[in-house]
């Protein structure tokens, strides 16, 4: 059992950066993939950034190049670096460890890009 909890998220004008954390209760160098989802209201979770063991990284295309998924491996932790936010970017924002259909969820983080 790995518990996540995301911090971070709140109410940012566009154009401005946010940086979501999430701490694992357990050790994730070991965990094959770590990863960013969103949702926003009557809408599915969405991948937002993923980062499996060795580094390697995949973006959705609405945030490329805007939005950097990092993984500190010494605090069992895993960021979420976005930068010039959209407010299409507002939404909850959950951490994933493991895998969609598998791994583990955290409760998620709130991010509010206002115009």
């Known amino acids: 059992q790995v518990q996540l909890v995301e911090s971070g998220g709140g109410l940012v004008q566009a154009g401005r950066s946010l940086r979501l954390s999430c701490a694992a209760s357990?050790?994730?160098?070991?965990?094959?993939?770590m990863g960013w989802f969103r949702q926003t209201p009557g809408s599915q979770r969405e991948l937002v950034a993923v980062m499996t063991r060795d580094g390697n990284t995949n973006y959705a295309d609405s945030v490329k190049g805007r939005f950097t998924i990092s993984r500190d491996n010494a605090k069992n932790t895993v960021y979420l670096q976005m930068n010039s936010l959209k407010p299409e970017d507002t939404a909850v924002y959950y951490c994933?460890?493991?895998?969609?259909?598998?791994?583990?969820w955290g409760k998620g983080t709130l991010v509010t890009v206002s115009l």
């Open positions: 994933n460890a493991g895998g969609v259909l598998a791994g583990f």
């Open positions: 357990t050790r994730i160098f070991s965990i094959n993939a």
